[in-house]
């Protein structure tokens, strides 16, 4: 039984997958935070940018 307990601690054969699991996830919520706390200036540029392009006539 000890020898079975040995063997599973030292098994690491899903490490790496865990570790790009857990990197992804991280930057999966770095942006997410970044769009939460720049979303409404990046809307409001877009906004800017579009009128830019297709300005409206004066005549409506």
């Known amino acids: ?5 040995v063997r599973f601690i030292k098994n690491d054969s899903g490490a790496t997958a865990i570790e790009y ?3 992804a996830g ?3 919520v770095a942006i997410i935070a970044a769009f939460g ?3 409404g ?3 409001a540029l ?3 940018i ?3 392009i297709n300005p409206k ?3 409506g």
């Open 41 to 43: 200036d990046l809307s």
């Open 1 to 5: 039984m000890k020898h079975y307990l």
């Open 37 to 39: 706390l720049f979303g």
């Open 21 to 23: 699991g857990l990197i």
């Open 50 to 52: 579009s009128a830019e």
């Open 57 to 59: 006539d004066a005549d």
């Open 26 to 28: 991280i930057v999966s």
């Open 46 to 48: 877009f906004e800017v």
